[in-house]
């Protein structure tokens, strides 16, 4: 099938989901089925596939079918992890991206708990909890923690690993980029070029994956020559 362009679309885009795809056709239709349940609908999702073998590709591009919100690239060279993330992150044209793995669910309320705290906080870095039960939108607007790059940073050094179930700015990452070439410590360095880039981040407890984070969410055993 044709890899579709990326020509402005008729709908309105305020989240870029982007989804690197190597071999993940076991757990690929529930990953995306779970973006068709959301209920905020203002989404894109780029599904970056690098050269899978089983079949995936073809899921892939029976969703692009379904619903134009799915946008397809297809690599022709297989170029690992990193290389997938920056070749959606070059065509997203979301307020805000966001990166899942391809055997990743999304809760149903996760972008439109996005959306309620971009509106209400303006923030660079929106991060959300693994709380699935009891959401309330005015919960979101008022139980929200407000913190600053220096909170923000001495907290992703406490932790150790870079921010999960976090969705970035794009004004913010448009000239950021994953380094290809330092394997796993890529998503590490993204991270705190793009704690540089913010000024504040905001977080809730509520709608986010479960098991989230490029290396901790399976993307990093789908994808080739991530390890």
């Known amino acids: ?40 609908d203002a989404w894109e999702c780029i599904c970056v596939d690098d050269c899978s073998v089983d079949l995936s590709r073809e ?40 990166f899942a793995g391809c055997g990743d669910v999304l809760p149903p309320r996760c972008l439109e708990t996005a959306d309620i705290l971009a509106r209400t906080t303006g923030a660079g870095l929106l991060q959300l909890g693994a709380t699935t039960h009891g959401f309330d939108p005015a919960s979101v607007r008022t139980a929200h923690e407000v913190l600053t790059a220096r909170d923000l940073f001495d907290r992703f050094l406490l932790r150790g690993h870079p921010l999960a179930n976090t969705f970035y700015r794009t004004n913010a990452v448009v000239d950021v980029r994953f380094d290809e070439r330092m394997g796993i410590l890529a998503e590490t360095m993204f ?3 793009m704690m540089l880039k913010v000024n504040e981040a905001a977080r809730c407890a509520f709608s986010g994956c479960r098991h989230p984070g490029l290396q901790g969410s399976g993307v ?7 390890s």
Do not use: M, W
């Open 1 to 40: 099938y044709p890899s579709p362009d990326f020509e402005e679309q008729e709908f309105a885009v305020e989240a870029s989901v982007i989804i690197p795809v190597f071999n993940g056709a076991r757990r690929l239709r529930d990953c995306l089925d779970s973006l068709l349940s959301q209920t905020h």
């Open 59 to 98: 899921i892939l591009g029976e969703y692009a079918r379904r619903d134009p919100r799915f946008k397809v690239i297809v690599r022709e060279t297989c170029g690992g992890l990193f290389a997938a993330l920056n070749d959606g992150l070059r065509v997203a044209r979301g307020d805000y991206v966001f």
């Open 191 to 193: 991270g705190l070029d």
């Open 220 to 226: 990093a055993a789908t994808a080739k020559g991530a």
